[in-house]
């Protein structure tokens, strides 16, 4: 991504450079023949610098914006070349990465908890407080799928995805686990967590909350209640990670008592 938005800028630089200068006059006579179908690259062999340049901005469909740097002496500025062609870079990487989310079933829920791509809140709130390091990792790892309930890979193994704790005879998902699996043990720990994450709540985003399903209680709190890091919410990311990993926790300690 990086590469490419570079390239795109050179491509700017290298064309409002003074007429005079050799490279200007080079590159625009290579341009040139490129555009016009002049230059044919054998096939297999490198691509030169120019034709290179002139590939990336026809990818993000910014040719015409190249033509007009030759054809005109109208000048884009640099801020709005710049954000034209970080926009088109960063629109066309984050249409892929839902694509790919997509492709995954399993990725069901972290398409919803990250919904663009964006460093994690469970990274920043870890490095103010590596000791909750493990709890951030176990919320990505819960948003991602890789959390070995039975609706996960472990269905594989035992054959069901219904939660075999309770007997509400629900498939073992993630909500079910934080929210609904009525086992004595893994009650106790959600009420006595989500009461604390309750009361360090403002009390707009406590209402806001109590008024949610269990699907977008978990989509809010799996993101990082809705993502961008709020520094003066810190105790509470804590808290939400803290919390989620002691409920799985016991959930899993009473799957592997039972195996
Ligand atoms: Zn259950």
Redesign the pocket.
């Known amino acids: 991504m990086g590469m490419d938005i570079a390239r795109l800028m050179f491509i700017w630089k290298i064309l409002l450079l003074p007429a005079s200068c050799i490279y200007n006059t080079l590159a625009r006579s290579r341009i040139t023949d490129i555009r016009f179908g002049l230059i044919r690259e054998r096939a297999g062999a490198m691509r030169g610098p120019m034709t290179l340049l002139y590939c990336t901005a026809q990818k993000y469909n910014l040719v015409d914006y190249v033509h007009s740097l030759l054809d005109t002496t109208v000048v884009i500025p640099k801020n709005v070349w710049k954000r034209l062609v970080t926009d088109c870079v960063r629109s066309r990487y984050r249409a892929r990465w839902t694509m790919t989310c997509m492709l995954y079933p399993k990725l069901r829920l972290f398409r919803l908890v990250v919904p663009q791509v964006a460093a994690s809140v469970w990274w920043q709130v870890c490095r103010r407080d590596p000791a909750v390091m493990k709890a951030c990792k176990l919320m990505v790892r819960i948003a991602a799928g890789e959390h070995g309930l039975r609706t996960g890979r472990a269905r594989f193994v035992v054959h069901t995805c219904v ?4 007997d ?1 005879y ?1 498939a ?1 998902t993630v909500e ?2 934080i929210y ?4 004595p043990r ?1 009650a106790a720990v959600r009420d006595r967590v989500m009461q604390n994450i309750a009361d360090l709540m403002p009390r707009p985003m406590k209402d806001d909350v109590a008024a949610m399903t269990n699907e977008q209680k978990s989509v809010l709190f799996l993101s990082g209640l809705g993502g961008g890091y709020v520094a003066e919410w810190q105790h509470i990311y804590v808290n939400i990670a803290q919390a989620i990993s002691n409920i799985y926790k016991m ?1 899993i300690e009473l799957s592997l008592l039972n195996a």
């Not at 939660?163 to 309770?166: A, K, N, T």
Request: charged share 15%.
């Open positions: 939660c075999q704790h309770c509400m629900e073992e079910h686990v609904q699996c009525s086992h893994v959930h």
